[in-house]
């Protein structure tokens, strides 16, 4: 854990191989789908990140759905939210807690990129910058179906971002010449800084690319952003 760390520390993100075994993935895998595929309850979760870049309506590119524990609490159950906050612990510090938790899907042949941007450009300014994002493949993940990559992080300021149209992913300009890709095996994932540039490719496999998210941070700024309203449920927008 040590060489992860000082990766981590050093590049703004690293990767761990296996966070738990690819046996484990198949109840967490029952939740997921239940959830992708139930559109009703989770009208007020729910979005597509390719904003107007899709133009058939009935087919989601990219869809995300923030908090999926508040739909299904019992998902909280699963080893991968007590495995992530483990490591988010031994990566900055005993006080982290889960903010929040997301999925993420690809559709097969969307071919939809992520475009490149920051987390934090998604959060409020807060006095202490710590977080950290858990991305874990539910599927073997690689460039041809939309695997992250990653620049390494120079300092914590937030470049400049702007939304797709129709609420879609907010995006930022910068040099990616020296960026990298991460593949994963199904249970492994990425941890990232929230000032680390990333981005994935579009989906251009028959299979879909699931992948589910954490987001770590102190416990006294998640209180701070209960209190100022934040919860990750709302209209997504550059709020720094």
């Not at 484990?24 to 990140?49: C, F, G, P, Q, W």
């Not at 993940?141 to 149209?165: A, R, S």
Request: glycine residues 4%.
């Amino acid at each position: 854990m040590d060489i992860i760390k000082n990766e981590f520390l050093t590049n703004g993100y690293t990767k761990i191989d296996q966070l738990f075994d690819s046996t484990e993935v198949e109840s967490l895998l029952v939740i997921y789908t239940s959830l992708l595929n139930d559109k009703k309850r989770t009208a007020h979760l729910r979005s597509d990140l390719a904003g107007l870049q899709n133009t058939d309506k009935t087919i989601e590119r990219i869809t995300q759905v923030m908090r999926p524990s508040l739909v299904e609490p019992k998902i909280l159950n699963h080893i991968a939210y007590k495995k992530a906050l483990d490591c988010a612990k031994k990566l900055l510090g005993d006080d982290m807690e889960l903010d929040f938790d997301m999925l993420i899907n690809k559709a097969p042949y969307t071919n939809t990129p992520t475009p490149w941007h920051q987390d934090a450009a998604y959060w409020i300014n807060l006095p202490d910058k710590r977080a950290v994002s858990c991305w874990i493949a539910l599927d073997n993940v690689y460039e041809n179906n939309g695997c992250m990559w990653f620049l390494p992080v120079k300092d914590q300021q937030i470049l400049e971002h702007t939304n797709l149209p129709n609420e879609g992913a907010l995006y930022c300009d910068a040099d990616t010449t020296n960026a990298m890709p991460v593949p994963l095996s199904i249970g492994g994932c990425t941890f990232h800084d929230g000032f680390t540039l990333h981005y994935s490719r579009g989906n251009t496999t028959n299979s879909q690319r699931r992948a589910l998210i954490f987001n770590f941070r102190p416990k006294e700024m998640i209180k701070l952003e209960r209190n100022q309203g934040i919860d990750h449920t709302g209209v997504r927008k550059q709020r720094s």
